[in-house]
Protein backbone atom coordinates (compact mmCIF):
# COMPACT_ATOMS: atom_id res chain seq x y z
CA UNK A 1 0.00 0.00 0.00
CA UNK A 2 2.92 2.24 1.39
CA UNK A 3 6.22 2.40 -0.70
CA UNK A 4 9.15 3.95 0.66
CA UNK A 5 12.53 4.75 -0.74
CA UNK A 6 15.35 6.10 1.21
CA UNK A 7 18.83 8.10 0.37
CA UNK A 8 21.04 10.22 1.65
CA UNK A 9 23.42 7.16 4.13
CA UNK A 10 26.98 7.55 3.55
CA UNK A 11 30.30 8.11 5.39
CA UNK A 12 30.88 11.20 7.43
CA UNK A 13 33.34 12.36 9.86
CA UNK A 14 32.55 13.48 13.52
CA UNK A 15 31.17 16.68 13.81
CA UNK A 16 29.67 16.48 10.24
CA UNK A 17 26.34 16.81 8.65
CA UNK A 18 23.89 14.48 6.52
CA UNK A 19 20.51 14.75 5.97
CA UNK A 20 18.69 11.53 5.28
CA UNK A 21 15.47 11.48 2.94
CA UNK A 22 12.44 9.26 2.91
CA UNK A 23 9.75 9.23 -0.28
CA UNK A 24 6.66 7.78 -0.07
CA UNK A 25 3.98 6.65 -2.49
CA UNK A 26 1.02 4.94 -2.40
CA UNK A 27 -1.61 6.80 -0.39
CA UNK A 28 -2.21 9.92 1.28
CA UNK A 29 1.24 11.23 2.77
CA UNK A 30 -0.01 13.37 4.77
CA UNK A 31 -2.02 11.84 6.87
CA UNK A 32 0.53 9.54 8.06
CA UNK A 33 2.93 9.17 10.96
CA UNK A 34 6.55 9.12 9.20
CA UNK A 35 9.22 8.10 11.76
CA UNK A 36 13.30 7.17 11.67
CA UNK A 37 14.45 3.92 13.51
CA UNK A 38 17.97 2.95 13.40
CA UNK A 39 19.89 -0.05 14.66
CA UNK A 40 23.19 -0.56 15.31
CA UNK A 41 25.06 -3.78 15.48
CA UNK A 42 24.07 -6.45 18.19
CA UNK A 43 21.14 -3.64 19.43
CA UNK A 44 17.73 -3.41 19.19
CA UNK A 45 16.04 -1.24 16.75
CA UNK A 46 16.16 2.37 18.25
CA UNK A 47 13.34 4.97 17.82
CA UNK A 48 14.87 7.91 16.62
CA UNK A 49 12.40 10.62 15.27
CA UNK A 50 8.64 11.22 14.70
CA UNK A 51 6.68 13.43 12.10
CA UNK A 52 2.69 12.67 12.70
CA UNK A 53 0.75 13.81 10.31
CA UNK A 54 -0.79 15.92 12.73
CA UNK A 55 2.43 17.94 13.12
CA UNK A 56 3.96 16.14 16.06
CA UNK A 57 7.28 15.77 16.18
CA UNK A 58 9.44 13.99 19.15
CA UNK A 59 12.97 12.59 19.30
CA UNK A 60 15.03 10.00 21.37
CA UNK A 61 17.13 12.33 23.95
CA UNK A 62 20.52 11.19 22.44
CA UNK A 63 19.90 13.54 19.45
CA UNK A 64 17.83 16.54 20.76
CA UNK A 65 19.48 19.43 19.65
CA UNK A 66 21.31 17.88 17.30
CA UNK A 67 19.11 16.16 14.23
CA UNK A 68 15.91 17.77 12.96
CA UNK A 69 12.75 16.02 11.48
CA UNK A 70 10.82 17.72 8.99
CA UNK A 71 8.07 16.65 5.72
CA UNK A 72 7.25 18.37 2.38
CA UNK A 73 3.92 17.07 1.64
CA UNK A 74 3.74 18.00 -1.67
CA UNK A 75 6.82 15.87 -2.49
CA UNK A 76 5.62 12.82 -0.26
CA UNK A 77 8.85 13.39 1.69
CA UNK A 78 10.41 13.17 4.87
CA UNK A 79 13.69 14.39 6.09
CA UNK A 80 16.07 13.78 8.51
CA UNK A 81 19.03 16.31 9.33
CA UNK A 82 21.84 15.25 11.21
CA UNK A 83 24.26 17.43 12.70
CA UNK A 84 26.70 17.41 15.03
CA UNK A 85 27.13 13.01 14.23
CA UNK A 86 28.78 11.38 16.25
CA UNK A 87 30.36 7.85 16.05
CA UNK A 88 27.51 6.15 18.75
CA UNK A 89 25.40 7.20 15.14
CA UNK A 90 26.19 4.97 13.27
CA UNK A 91 23.98 2.47 12.36
CA UNK A 92 21.55 1.67 9.56
CA UNK A 93 19.02 4.12 9.72
CA UNK A 94 15.38 3.12 8.84
CA UNK A 95 12.17 5.01 7.14
CA UNK A 96 8.93 3.89 8.67
CA UNK A 97 5.14 4.84 8.07
CA UNK A 98 1.99 4.16 9.71
CA UNK A 99 -1.49 5.29 10.06
CA UNK A 100 -1.74 5.40 13.69
CA UNK A 101 -0.17 7.94 15.40
CA UNK A 102 -0.29 6.23 19.09
CA UNK A 103 2.88 4.28 20.33
CA UNK A 104 5.17 6.01 17.81
CA UNK A 105 8.42 5.09 19.16
CA UNK A 106 7.46 1.21 19.10
CA UNK A 107 8.85 0.16 16.19
CA UNK A 108 6.87 -3.00 16.09
CA UNK A 109 3.65 -1.43 15.19
CA UNK A 110 4.87 0.11 11.43
CA UNK A 111 3.49 -1.32 8.75
CA UNK A 112 6.11 -0.22 6.35
CA UNK A 113 9.43 0.15 6.06
CA UNK A 114 12.14 1.42 3.24
CA UNK A 115 15.33 -0.65 3.08
CA UNK A 116 17.25 1.14 5.30
CA UNK A 117 20.81 3.52 4.55
CA UNK A 118 24.07 2.95 5.84
CA UNK A 119 25.40 6.29 8.28
CA UNK A 120 29.19 5.69 9.44
CA UNK A 121 30.66 8.41 11.60
CA UNK A 122 34.22 7.65 11.86
CA UNK A 123 36.06 9.64 14.71
Known amino acids: QVQLAESGGGLVQAGGSLRLSCAAS????????MSWFRQAPGKEREFVSTYTGYGGRDYVDSVKGRFTISRDNGKNTVYLQMNSLKPEDTAVYYC?????????????????WGQGTQVTVSS
Open 96 to 112: AARIQFDSYRDYRRYDY
Open 26 to 33: GRSFSSLT
